[in-house]
């Protein structure tokens, strides 16, 4: 039982080691947008960063809640729209 | 002053210019100059000249230091995936000059490609070595360099319109890349086009937003080889991407940030594509026609955050 002590300290220290290096690699990787996958969901997550502060477009205050309409009014009359719904397709 | 509308040929493609209550020809004259700096076709125009410049750092126009911006921008939002530095690749692919109609047709494309496969950014990623002054009238690139305006510029286009009629109510359609702003009054619908079939993949009701799409099925070609090819290029082949996606469309809070995703989701095949649109939502269709709708999941959390902190 004494000998169990020390080799169970250093089972221990070599898994911290090794999921610390693991992560580092993780982090390091998405950095430098190596994985596509993980630099795109970083991407996606992080709404905060807009291209509009790169790019000299519109302002990056318009907050994502403000994207859709979801409320149930149907009652445009009043206000005009354009002749035909506007399309977005692959040009 | 009433509703003005106006379809004019621009950026590659067709613009359609809405707005509620106001004049759009400024708009139009700036769309023109847009076009003009930043196309490809024309040797004259600043952006050819930009890639031809023997030097180093070169002064530019604020619309071209603002393309440069974007095309940081986009490559950095998409882990590498969307680069605006294939240039040379795209016109190697068989797209040197102004695209005249279908050569191709996407079924026999589709029949004829190598295996699916997702793309992947470029060890060497052109974008990384893009430079832009804060006020976007100094530009560092490697000499050789041959950027490509394709639909980042599209997006900037309608973005930079955009903010030339924020206040007011407005759609400005430029070759698909759509900026809308409902002002004061009911949201606007907008389809989603199925490159499949005839009826509508998707209806959108938006508000103050942005959505483009990217996809395959309307410049389709065989290369000198005979191999069908595309204008949508895996970054670390140089060569078109066959990823079984054929369109992918993505809301955003603008057009170049909703092009970089759009691009990206279909780059990235119909697993890692639900990733990247799950943001604020989008739409994936597969090669067999299926219609993937993404729910905008930062909306849903934006508007619970709101529902629990009252």
């Given at each position: 039982m004494k000998s169990a002590a020390p080799a169970a300290r250093w089972v221990a220290t070599i898994t911290v080691i090794a999921v610390l290096m693991v992560f580092s690699v993780l982090a390091l990787r998405v950095k430098l947008g190596d994985d596509p996958a993980i630099g795109a969901t970083s991407a996606s997550a992080d709404t905060s960063a807009t291209t509009s502060a790169d790019t000299t477009s519109s302002d990056d205050s318009a907050s994502v809640e403000d994207l859709f309409d979801d409320s149930t009014s149907s009652d445009s009359s009043s206000t005009s729209s354009p002749s035909s719904a506007p399309t977005t397709r692959a040009s | 002053m009433s509703a003005d509308e106006r379809i004019v040929e621009a950026m590659g493609g067709q613009a359609r210019l809405w707005v509620a209550d106001g004049d759009l020809s400024a708009a139009q004259e700036l769309l023109a100059e847009i076009e003009a700096r930043l196309t490809?076709?024309?040797?004259?125009s600043d952006l050819c000249r930009l890639n031809a410049d023997p030097s180093q750092a070169v002064a530019v126009d604020p619309i071209v230091g603002g393309f440069v911006g974007a095309a940081i921008a986009a490559g950095r939002r998409s882990g590498g995936l969307v680069?605006?530095?294939?240039g040379q690749e795209i016109v190697a692919a068989g797209y040197g000059e102004h695209w005249t109609g279908p050569a191709l047709a996407l079924d026999a494309a589709l029949s004829d490609a190598p295996a699916r496969a997702v793309a992947r950014p470029a060890r060497?990623?052109?974008?990384?070595s893009l430079w832009v002054s804060p006020e976007r009238t100094l530009v560092r690139r490697p000499v050789g360099l041959a950027l490509d305006s394709g639909g980042i510029g599209k997006g900037l286009a309608a973005d930079l319109l955009a903010d030339h009629l924020r206040g007011g109510r407005f759609v400005l359609d430029i070759g698909g890349d759509l900026a809308v702003d409902a002002g004061d009054g009911p949201g606007i619908e907008v389809v989603v086009e199925h490159p499949l079939g005839d009826a509508p993949a998707h209806v959108y009701r938006l508000r103050r937003a942005a959505i483009a799409t990217s996809g395959i099925q309307r410049r389709v070609w065989r290369d000198r080889d005979g191999a069908p090819a595309h204008h949508l290029l895996d970054p670390a082949t140089g060569r078109p991407a066959?990823?079984?996606?054929?369109s992918a469309t993505a809301v955003a809070r603008t057009a170049v940030e909703a092009e970089t995703l759009a691009k990206a989701a279909l780059l990235s095949g119909p697993l890692a594509g639900r990733r990247v649109l799950a943001g604020m939502g989008g739409v994936l269709i597969l090669e067999d026609g299926r219609v993937d709708v993404v729910p905008a999941l930062a909306v849903v959390a934006a508007r619970a955050h709101r529902a629990v902190a009252r």
């Open positions: - | 490809r076709f024309d040797p004259a680069d605006s530095t294939l060497a990623a052109g974008w990384r066959w990823t079984g996606v054929v």
